[in-house]
């Protein structure tokens, strides 16, 4: 099955950012303080609620009131500090339903399906159908490699993104967008955990 490496990359970057991929830190640990957050959304067909907190993390209910035929995932990750030029980390967009063949499809990505769809109740089906789903406490490892590419004294990051519908002709409505500002911390590990 081909399968675009933006695809791949999202997978790999969705493991480390939850920490379904952990290389380990022996003397230090990074964590996420989260200084500007917002989000948008369509409403009434998209409803977001978000909560962000320092300390347990992101948590969100969804609720779809129209079935969505396209969802497509957009995600960009920017550092930069006053001074310098901006450092693009990471800039996907991905089609949602081209990625649960990715995870149907091979056996390597289908332990990363369950562990989301046991830490939610979202849903992996194409289309994204009607319901309410619930995510609590979505954290990042302290440990996750991630973080110690984002740790940067001086810097600071920026997330960008969204789940938008592919419309006729490649036209992309937004149904929900974020927007996050932080910066990463190192500290030895068992300080904060």
Known sequence: MRFAWSTLVSIIAWMLLTGRLVIECKESCFYVILT???WTDDRPRFVVNMTFSNQTGI???????EEIASPVSRILIVQRSGKEKSRTIY??????????????????????KDSVLKQSNYTMSCPLTKGTYAMNNMRINPKNPLLSLLYQPKHYFMVKGGLYEELPRGRMRPLSTYFMRGKVIKRSCGANE
């Open 91 to 112: 800039n996907a967009s991905t089609r949602l339903c081209d990625l649960q063949n990715v995870f149907n499809s091979v056996p390597l990505f289908k332990p990363a």
């Open 59 to 65: 948590g969100s209910i969804t609720t779809i009131n």
């Open 36 to 38: 500007y957050c917002n």
